[in-house]
């Protein structure tokens, strides 16, 4: 039977595609990134399948050179991780049929080593959605940081320093991960999760066991980029290139929010179990200032990737909020909006890479509403998106800040009603402003905004404007069709207890 195999499958097919892509490309960086694009068609293609797999005979384990766990390592695929393999490893194809013509203006000759280095940062990613072994999912986390590193490096003059940045952070928060790990296996001798998950349930939380946990939540909250622990993402996003970007903001913080969400619920319990660790209203209190700080900043902005770049620490909190709530609907919030972010985030940093490709920028105030005459698609697939990061139905993003809306309303948390309202406004501030200067005709814009829209002879290359627009048609696609995804797809994954 394929369906056990499918879980290291995955992971081992991005690995053996970054192997072979400098093989193939040394002479030829296209030949290169061909092979790149097949891998990540065909690890797509066995996301797509583990999910139906498990959707229709539950999940499934694999233990790695037939050790059994706890001893050997042990991978599962259930339908949180079969679910967010999917997810993954579809916006890591679109963003590498994205790349060839954007890393071809943006990084000549580069594109064999960027083709590389994305199929390793989806190995890293993959691996440590479907592992159920603690100390394997450092492994991989540490697999898609350090090809994530590279990524970032390559882009514009200072994205050397954010790069550095980041290293320097990432570093710290894999330091805080490991020593945690290192308390808990102190105190219960193993790493397995489902072995984990028993030994905690069958007794209190000792003070060295707090420990680890306060310590795996502040590696995970700096890898997500988790207000007051977001520094390295502005710079980061900012100074990389499109492709990167658009391949890094999207999953890389959410799988990071993924280890919180595995541990906090899933490891030590959901529900009432769970309501008095003060981890989850931590948790639930940062995400709700990741969401307000990240908005403000985002309207601040006169840069359409740094806005893009504040936009996701907000975003990132509201997955903090619906965690943090302990409650199904929260899960369920928190859940969809993964979704919906990466298809958002990847969207609008394509579009933004499109811009920068036929504009030579990205600068608000030099847009001018010659721009959807030139770039209509862009102009209108950047509208869908925008739409969806404002919350208007019946596109995506209403229905993940809905269920949000729901759990805090459920437990009478009136003030994380209170944020998503605002932050709602917030996000109509920034992203009307862009819209408002790509369809009307604005006076005040900067010296040379229209003529620079004028010189645009058409639209971006077909490569770089069908992700955005299969994107952007998605994200009305999954607000139509949520009520389906809800029930089939999120429904199984609600932990016990909930």
């Known amino acids: 039977m394929i369906g056990p195999h499918l879980c290291p499958l995955i992971p081992v097919a991005y690995l053996f595609g970054a192997l072979l892509v400098p093989l193939v490309g040394w002479r030829r960086g296209t030949a290169g990134w061909w092979t790149a694009l097949a891998t990540a068609a065909f690890a797509f293609g066995l996301a797509v399948s583990g999910l139906a797999w498990v959707m229709e005979r539950g999940a499934v384990s694999y233990h790695l050179g037939g050790w059994m766990p706890p001893i050997g390592i042990e991978f599962v695929m259930d339908p949180l991780s079969a679910f967010l393999e999917v997810v993954i490893s579809g916006i890591g194809l679109l963003a ?9 203006h943006e990084l000549p000759e580069r594109l064999m080593p960027f083709s590389s280095l994305a199929l390793l940062v989806l190995t890293g990613l993959t691996g440590m959605v479907i592992t159920g072994d603690l100390f394997n999912l ?8 350090l090809a994530g590193y590279a990524l970032i490096a390559v882009g514009e003059r200072p994205a050397a320093y954010a790069a550095f940045r980041y290293l320097g952070m990432g570093t710290v928060g894999a330091s805080f991960y490991l020593l945690g790990l290192a308390f808990l296996y102190m105190t219960h001798g193993t790493l397995n999760m489902a072995d984990m998950s028993r030994l905690l349930a069958a007794g209190d939380l000792s003070a060295t066991v707090a420990v680890g946990l306060l310590l795996i939540f502040m590696g995970a909250a700096l890898k997500m980029a988790l207000f007051p622990m977001h520094g390295w993402l502005p710079d980061a996003y900012t100074h990389a290139s499109s492709a990167a970007t658009a391949l890094i903001a999207p999953i890389g913080t959410k799988v990071a929010g993924y280890i919180l969400l595995r541990v906090l619920l899933y490891l030590l319990g959901a529900g009432e179990k769970g309501s008095g660790l003060p981890l989850l209203s931590l948790l639930a209190y940062l995400g709700a200032a990741a969401v307000i700080y990240g908005s403000i900043l985002a309207v601040c902005q006169s840069e359409l990737k740094r806005m893009l770049a504040y936009s996701s620490v907000a975003q990132v909190g509201y997955i903090a909020i619906g965690v943090g709530l302990n409650s199904a609907l929260g899960f369920t919030g928190a859940v969809l909006h993964i979704l919906n972010h990466a298809c958002m985030k990847a969207c609008l940093f394509f579009v933004s890479g499109g811009l920068r490709l036929r504009l030579g920028h990205s600068r608000i105030p030099r847009f001018s509403n010659r721009l959807r005459r030139a770039m209509p698609w862009t102009s209108a697939a950047f509208a869908l998106a925008a739409l969806s990061m404002i919350g208007l139905p019946p596109t995506a993003g ?15 948390r009136w003030i994380f009603v209170v944020v998503l309202l605002l932050s709602s406004l917030l996000n109509a501030v920034y992203f009307f402003r862009v819209l408002e200067r790509m369809y009307l005709d604005r006076p005040g814009a900067e010296p040379g905004a229209g003529d620079a829209a004028a010189a645009v002879k058409g639209e971006s290359p077909p490569a770089m404007l069908l992700p955005a627009v299969a994107l952007a048609s998605g994200l009305l696609v999954i607000g139509l069709g949520n009520a389906w995804i809800v029930e089939r797809l999120i429904g199984p994954m609600i932990p016990g207890g909930m």
């Open 398 to 412: 209403f229905f993940s800040k809905w269920y949000l809306a729901l759990a805090a309303i459920e437990q009478s």
């Open 138 to 145: 450092y492994v991989f986390l540490e697999i898609s940081a």
């Open 96 to 104: 590498v049929v994205y790349a060839r013509r954007s890393v071809e």
